[in-house]
Structures are given as C-alpha cells and as structure tokens.
C-alpha cells in the first residue's frame, strides 16, 4: 500500500499561486527612510508584472497611530510580525536602499533561512 506525500504548508501555497496562476510575488524589504526608493521599485516591479508587498507605515514620520511611545513600540512589534508574513508569502526579496540596518539584516536572514531569491538594488550592501 503506498500512501500519498503530504505537502508542507509552504509547498501547499506554491501550488495554490501555480494553480491560480498567481503572478509572481516580490515583498520589498530596507530601511524606511528608503519609502521614496521603495515606491519607485514597486512601480518598476509592478510594471514588470509582479505583485508587490511592502512595508505600509514609516514610523520615521509622525503620526497619531505610534504617538505614545508605548502604542510605538507594540506596534513595531506588530509590524515586524506582519512583514515577516509577507515574506514567507513572497516569492522573492528585493532590498531597497544602500543601508542594511539590524532589522533588514534579519529579513534578509530569514528570507535566505526559507530559500527564498533575495535581489538589491545596491547589491555592494548584501551581507553575506
């Protein structure tokens, strides 16, 4: 009797985007102060026919949602979760920016820790 081979939930999902012909997803991982650098790479990469994921709050700038630096800092938390979903969601990384700071040196770890291809845009700054 042979038995059939279950799928890893990671496999799972690559085959419900084939199946769905779900184009090709870049999330883009860099410091925030790369937003304006980061909207031009997601309307290249759309352009090209991807789907792009990306950081949606720049903390670096005021606003009332992260104020209290309580609620900042839980939100922060929250943030780094979220973008951590959107990576394994992805099917690539690209890294905008010419700065690798601590928090995108660990997004690139965990990208490259899941196999997934990650590109810059200033490919002297890769830190491995």
Sequence with gaps: ??????LTPEEKLAHGKERLNIPTIV???G????????AEADLRETAAGRIVVKPGCNMKQ???LWADPVDAEALKLR???LHRAKIRLADEVLVVGDYIGDSTRAE????RALNKPVRFTHPEVDPT
Excluded: N
Excluded at 1 to 6: A, G, I, Q
Excluded at 108 to 111: D, P, R, T, V
């Design 79 to 81: 943030l780094d979760d």
């Design 31 to 38: 410091s925030t102060r790369f937003m304006d650098a980061m």
């Design 1 to 6: 009797m042979s038995y059939p081979e279950l």
């Design 108 to 111: 690139i770890a965990y990208a």
């Design 62 to 64: 005021p606003h009332d």
């Design 27 to 29: 999330v883009i991982c």
